[in-house]
Structures are given as structure tokens and as C-alpha cells.
């Protein structure tokens, strides 16, 4: 089984409606993260979260929400979805006990919007 | 703030070197990364190097860090098609607040 999930792997939504993407890890890592992927931009960070409870935001938090209610799992929400967030979402963790903090990520989420 | 800049594409011959360059500019990068990440999946580590390591090698792969002129190259040996990918460098600070810094990555694409 993967170490770290991502539901759905593919969501068409339409402009304007709310959508959630879930991540869920068994690592025991405390580190999580959320970045999307355009082609030519790389990785950009959205949020990320260093224990349960704790937010931060990244360098394109605008239009997004996170939720970290436990330590397995981490959700990013699209609170109004519009077409320039269609992209590649990963989810990422990472332990802090660890010295090189490798980030270790999901699968993707294919989001388009229309 | 840091960055971290890399060409976007490499073309190889299938038994080539391939070697992939990066340069970042935070002098007090700690950890630096390769990341590779193949059609359709998630990112993988690849191999890390610290920075007061100049050289690693695990297999086919060679990390070369110049850490006067903060620039990071992974060198593939005997380069496979398999081998095609995007790569990605990353960098991070020092302490535990630091997140990694990731390149726009480098399409390597190895034909016959």
C-alpha cells in the first residue's frame, strides 16, 4: 500500500463551485504539505503544516484552505474554483526527526476547471 | 528569497552521461536534492547531499556540489531510457522551520 494518498486522482469541477482534496499518510511523519504543478513553473508551495493544528501559509495560498485535524491527514479546499487553478496538486510529508527531512509525496490530483 | 534555477530540458543519447545542473543562491543551504519524478507519478527522492560534502555517488549517479559558486549537478552514467524524467533540484536551510526550495525541474528525454 502507498505510504501516501491522495483522493480523488481526478476531479472536473465547474467555476464557482467549492471542491476538497484529501491526503492521507501512514508514515507517522508530522510534516505535511501541499504544492501544485504547472508545466514550465515546477513545484509552487500552497500551505503547509508542521504538527496537527498548525497552518502556514506558502508562497500561493490565495483562493485555497487547508484542514489539519489529525496527524495522517491533511485537505486542501477550493472554496470558489476558477479555471487558473486546473493544475497538478501533490501532497508531501516529512518527519522533523529526521536530518535530511526527505519530503515524501503522493500520487497527484488531476484538477481541471471549468 | 532563495532560488533555486535549472535549464528546462536535456536531450541524451541512450548510453550517454546525462548531467543536470542547478544553481541556487541561499549561501546557507544545509541539505541539497535531486528529485526525479516519472510520467503520471508523485516525486521521488533521488539521492541528497550536505553541504560540506563537494561529492556523492551511489550506483550511476554523481552529485557534484560547489558550494563557493552554489552549483549542485547530478551526473547520470550509461543513461537508459528509463532514465527519462523530470528531475528536480531542491535546497534547504538550516533548523527545523526551513522548507525546501524546488527548481522548475528538468525534462530529461534519452533516445536511441
Known amino acids: 500500500d502507498a505510504d501516501v494518498t491522495q483522493t480523488p486522482r481526478n476531479r472536473i469541477t465547474k467555476t464557482g463551485k467549492r471542491i476538497m482534496l484529501e491526503c492521507s499518510q501512514t508514515?507517522?511523519?508530522?510534516?505535511m504539505y501541499w504544492y501544485r504543478q504547472d508545466p514550465g513553473l515546477g513545484l509552487r508551495l500552497i500551505y503547509y503544516?508542521?504538527?496537527?493544528?498548525?497552518?502556514n501559509k506558502g508562497e500561493i495560498s490565495d483562493g485555497y484552505s487547508v484542514s489539519r485535524q489529525a496527524q495522517a491527514k491533511f485537505s486542501l479546499s477550493l472554496e470558489s474554483a476558477i479555471p487558473n487553478q486546473t493544475a497538478l496538486y501533490f501532497c508531501?510529508?516529512?518527519?522533523?526527526?529526521?536530518?535530511?527531512?526527505?519530503?515524501?509525496f503522493g500520487p497527484g490530483t488531476r484538477l481541471l476547471v471549468l | 528569497g532563495e532560488d533555486v534555477e535549472q535549464s528546462l530540458f536535456l536531450s541524451v543519447r541512450e548510453g550517454d552521461s546525462s548531467v543536470i545542473n542547478c544553481t541556487y543562491t541561499?549561501?546557507?543551504?544545509?541539505?541539497l536534492y535531486w528529485y526525479k519524478q516519472e510520467p503520471g507519478a508523485g516525486l521521488q527522492l533521488l539521492t541528497y547531499i550536505f553541504s560540506n560534502m563537494d561529492m556523492k555517488q551511489d550506483q550511476r549517479l554523481t552529485v557534484l556540489l560547489n558550494k563557493k559558486d552554489k552549483h549542485l549537478s547530478l551526473r547520470i552514467a550509461d543513461t537508459q531510457t528509463g532514465d527519462s524524467a523530470i528531475y528536480f533540484c531542491?535546497?534547504?536551510?538550516?533548523?527545523?522551520?526551513?522548507?525546501?526550495?524546488f527548481g522548475r525541474g528538468t525534462s530529461l528525454i534519452v533516445h536511441p
Open positions: 508531501a510529508t516529512s518527519d522533523s526527526a529526521s536530518g535530511q527531512e526527505t519530503q515524501y
Open positions: 541561499d549561501s546557507s543551504s544545509t541539505y
Open positions: 508514515k507517522g511523519h508530522d510534516r
Open positions: 503544516s508542521f504538527d496537527v493544528k498548525d497552518i
Open positions: 531542491a535546497e534547504r536551510g538550516p533548523g527545523g522551520s526551513y522548507i525546501p526550495t
